[in-house]
């Protein structure tokens, strides 16, 4: 008697033939204009041997593993050893022994989630076998003695970059999901796949453009962006939104949002439930943002000191003609923090005190550390984009966005070729990755001149290497009260390089360590409950040594901010509304500027 097959096994069943052709026909006509346009904008655009620079950081890491070859022997031992061990725990597995793994994935690691990774001796095998082989060569890359540092980080962030590509989990006949879903439909997952496949490149033009949600769940300004304001001033690089009260009274001070213009606003105010602006409305302020331009070629001379006039100077301005109040409370995101600093310092030298309090979220100011993006910022590579934004003005959004994916490859590239390539599968509706893939452009003079004094030579830090509307930048002169919420886990601005702030304004500084990431660790509302932060009153030189003795609470930081800030200035006056002032409305917020999209 034939034995029935298990229900967890299913049945291999044929594709539709009807979706077999359809599917070819499209990859023939679709696959001819990708190909015909990658090869006009190749022809187009100057080849560049090596233009990240990698080429020579790894010959120099090869040429001293190869005067060390003792190490390299003693690396391959090790690595053969412990394979030795995985094929005799495999071999002892099928035989029903259950000796414990060589090697274990991090549980945070979504890549081997399915329980096949672990239940089943082949997959387990594959999996470990790959755990391994990326610990070597990690390990070997790593150890290498006498490699310039700059060097040395940069060959380790490609060799990950590589690792993470190599993942079994990448691969159709390594990953027990995409197996199982090709089993389940016939392989119809795999056409569907290569069906998006086509659909990325037609939006790269050519160049493979990863879709991560399904951007047409998302319109800015009807479900997205909707807490309620108007336009009630604009310039050339911003225009400035006053949000309507929910509140009787409001402070006396307004609040002045200045977020980062590598992004749009909107990180701030994505859904009602987790939107800091609306929040802030809710606690009282008068709250103001700046919703930064999406700048094109006839911007290309733009620089940071434009963005200080055109975006701070002349915001306190139009608050005042709104409000009729002088003073402010201002918070600055990442680049918009960086931008805030480098104008109170102005500010300072000039006397101007219309800013009472300064809040930065994420933001650095002294980039001596600056983590991994510093990996892109060398005399080459920066000689590379300077000619790109030369020819156009402006630096592509879409080269900004790629670069901060690279950071979190696994979590932002890979699972998303998994899931819409090989599982055959829509992006779901994401509110922070449609945010995400909503890229701005960058203007070429402010972009080099922010790479170059800051990132690369770190001049922001020394008092008066930098002038900027005719005064020298010194940050020692801040001495207004600061609030500084960084964040633990994240990539762009290290919250070990965003510390050194601490020691640098003149006046009171309170620094405060959210959990989590670049963003998730600053939209973090009370309601969800997700992330917890730390405090710490002292403020020693080191980081480690701040956090050694902090205090980790419960919840958001948020009411921590709310009052600090409001012990600074508690008088309260009738609520305002956008227009009541000598400001009339413009149109309705979020304004047109955030609608206009970056079309690489």
């Not at 070597?136 to 590509?165: C, H, M, N, W």
């Not at 659909?199 to 991560?212: P, V, Y």
Request: aromatic share 10%.
């Amino acid at each position: 008697m034939d034995q029935e097959k298990p229900p967890d096994h299913p049945q291999f069943r044929l594709p539709d033939p009807a979706l077999v052709t359809r599917t070819m026909s499209e990859v023939a006509e679709r696959g001819q204009r990708i190909v015909t346009d990658f090869l006009r904008r190749q022809a187009e655009a100057e080849a560049t041997p090596d233009p990240l620079n990698i080429g020579g950081a790894f010959l120099d890491m090869t040429a001293r593993l190869m005067a060390n070859p003792a190490r390299l022997v003693q690396a391959q031992l090790g690595f053969w050893q412990d394979y030795l061990t995985l094929w005799q725990n495999t071999a002892r597995r099928m035989l029903g022994e259950a000796p414990a793994p060589v090697i274990a994935e991090d549980p945070r690691d979504r890549r081997f989630k399915d329980e096949a990774w672990r239940e089943n001796e082949v997959f387990d095998f594959i999996k470990q076998s790959y755990l391994l082989s990326a610990r070597y060569v990690q390990t070997v890359v790593g150890g290498v003695e006498g490699l310039d540092p700059k060097a040395a980080q940069k060959v380790d962030f490609y060799t990950r970059q590589f690792v993470d590509a190599m993942s079994p989990s990448n691969f159709l006949l390594t990953n027990p999901e995409v197996l199982r879903r090709t089993a389940e439909t016939g392989g119809e997952n795999l056409l569907k796949g290569l069906s998006h496949l086509l659909a990325d490149l037609e939006r790269g033009k050519g160049r493979l453009r990863i879709r991560m949600t399904d951007d047409s769940k998302f319109k800015v300004g009807e479900n997205i962006a909707v807490t309620p304001g108007k336009v009630v001033y604009q310039n050339d690089l911003m225009q400035l939104i006053q949000y309507g009260p929910t509140t009787g009274t409001v402070l006396k001070r307004p609040l002045l949002i200045l977020p980062p213009w590598i992004n749009k606003f909107y990180i701030l105010d994505l859904r009602p439930r987790n939107s800091f602006i609306r929040w802030a409305v809710d606690q009282g302020h008068t709250v103001f943002v700046t919703s930064w331009v999406n700048p094109d070629e006839q911007l290309a001379r733009k620089g940071f000191d434009d963005y200080m006039q055109e975006g701070i100077y002349d915001a306190l301005s139009a608050i005042e003609q709104a409000t009729g109040e002088r003073e402010i409370n201002a918070i600055g995101y990442c680049l918009g923090g960086t931008l805030l600093a480098t104008t109170l310092a102005h500010m300072a030298a000039r006397g101007d005190t219309r800013i009472k309090s300064a809040t930065f979220f994420v933001t650095m100011v002294d980039f001596e550390e600056a983590g991994e993006l510093g990996v892109f910022i060398d005399e080459e590579q920066l000689h590379c984009l300077e000619e790109q934004m030369q020819k156009r003005g402006y630096l592509e959004g879409r080269e900004m966005a790629t670069t901060f994916n690279m950071l979190r490859a696994n979590d932002l590239i890979w699972s998303f070729v998994v899931n819409n390539y090989l599982l055959g599968q829509e992006p779901f509706p994401f509110d922070l990755l449609y945010w995400n893939d909503d890229s701005t452009r960058m203007p070429a003079r402010m972009h080099s001149f922010y790479l170059r004094r800051m990132y690369q030579q770190n001049d922001l830090v020394k008092p008066g290497a930098i002038e900027l509307l005719g005064e020298k930048i010194d940050l020692r002169k801040i001495t207004i009260p600061c609030y500084l919420v960084s964040a633990r886990e994240d990539h762009i601005a290290p919250w070990k390089s965003t510390y050194r702030a601490t020691q640098i304004y003149g006046g009171p500084v309170r620094f405060v360590l959210a959990a989590s990431g670049h963003i998730a660790g600053v939209i973090n509302p009370p309601e969800s409950g997700k992330y917890s932060h730390w405090v710490n009153e002292q403020l020693p030189p080191e980081p480690e040594e701040w956090f050694r003795s902090a205090t980790e609470l419960a919840g958001s930081w948020w009411p921590d901010w709310q009052r600090w800030v409001t012990a600074l200035g508690r008088e309260q006056v009738p609520a305002r509304l956008p227009g009541a002032g000598k400001l009339p409305p413009i149109e309705d917020a979020p304004g047109s500027y955030v609608k206009v999209m970056a079309v690489d």
